[in-house]
């Protein structure tokens, strides 16, 4: 019960200078063709159990923090913010995945999620974190393989 | 064996945890309707979105931790300080009828000044100008008990801050802060207080983010928080660069939450997570 909303949202206290970022200062640019992102972002398949670890770790995708997944019934405290991500890769390609993950605000330009692969256009990013994304490319393309066995 | 045993205790906890939380879900949340063209229908104390625990120890003044803080207060009330010979009391005599509604009414406009100000800042004024007295560094735990301690004085009583003539452009700065979205997580308060308040957020139901229960008992951190510092840790956690306490920022920020809470009634000490 201690752990709070706080909590939640802080996905890199104590591991601030571990999270692995991009590469400082480039500004990262996406190859957005009809809403959705269809070359990997690394040029290569990602890991879906890489992926599965990205997604539930709390300092990097945190994504259960507003998402239900009845596969991961096992974890704790499924948020209630965002849809249920059940047969996610039966509604959306995966080159729209890719999108939503990295920057969601490109298709629902209202969603408060978060973009997970942009680092720049934020508004009073804390010092350790300019020019920095959520997530790398890499991370990226392994919570899609994850997502993708969300039939 | 050890660590199974651990284990275990987490399982038990984590279980009752999840009966607490779905109790508090399922459980009608209290409020008070909001006056005309204000953005909630409904306004609602975060302490009808703890759980059932949380708001016993609240609810019992032997109990609530933060008494704790008024108790010491009150008898710093008392003291002399500062080069002037004089204590709160000096001036204000009895604060159980001389503080009554000032608490509510904060932050509010100070002509000298041109400017709000509110508690922390008001009693460090008085302490430097009327005793001659150091002002109390923000967070320190006298200031904090100070504050909680002349808050208290109005609890029970409806939130009543002024928000027209030349509070308004204060109103707006924060309104706009209110609004605006920080840092990497890119999130407003808004994005949570407004749009998703009762929705379960990992392991918390989210508020409205009123502050009626400010200064309050903070569970995780076991001591009395002032708002400026929650303001703080909200920001933080977005990965954003907080304003500084006591910021104009952050005092227009509190001035315009306080209407989001308008008629709440103070809880001050509250407990909260």
Known sequence: MRRSLAAAFALCLSAAGACAQEP?????????????????????????AAGKKVFLTRTLGNCL???????????????????????????????????????????????????????????????????????TAAQVEDVIAFLKTLN | MLSRYVGLAVAVVVAASFATLAYAQDAERKGIAAPPGHVFKTIISGYEFRSKETRALQDDDLENPGFLAVERAADVWKKVEGTEGKSCMSCHGQAE????????????WDDKLKKPVNL?????????????????????????????????????????????????????????????????????CASCHERNNGKFMRADFLSQGQTNGFPTYRLRDQRVVPLHERFEGCMFDVRAEPFKPLSDEFLALELYVAWRGIGLPVETPAVRN
């Open chain 2, 120 to 188: 922390e800042q008001r009693i460090n004024i008085c302490r430097t100008e009327k005793m001659k007295a150091e002002p109390w560094a923000f967070k320190s735990q006298a200031l904090t008990d100070m504050t909680t301690f002349v808050r208290f004085q109005s609890r029970g009583m409806p939130v009543a801050v002024k928000t027209d003539g030349p509070m308004s452009p204060w109103f707006e700065r924060g309104k706009q802060t209110y609004y605006t979205r920080y840092g990497q997580l890119d999130l407003a």
């Open chain 1, 65 to 135: 923090a507003c998402h239900q997944v009845t596969s991961l019934k096992s974890e704790e405290f499924h948020g209630e913010f965002g849809p249920s991500l059940d047969g996610v890769a039966g509604r959306y390609t995966e080159a729209q995945l890719r999108l939503i993950v990295a920057d969601p605000k490109r298709i629902f330009t209202d969603t408060v999620m978060p973009a997970f692969f942009k680092n720049e256009g934020l508004s009073r990013v804390r010092p350790e974190f300019v020019g920095k994304s959520i997530l």
């Open chain 2, 97 to 108: 009828t001389s503080m009554k509604g000032v608490g509510a009414a904060m932050p509010k």
């Open chain 1, 24 to 48: 400082a200062k480039t500004p990262i640019t996406l190859d957005i063709a009809n809403d959705s992102l269809p070359k990997s972002l690394t040029g290569a398949p990602g890991s879906a």
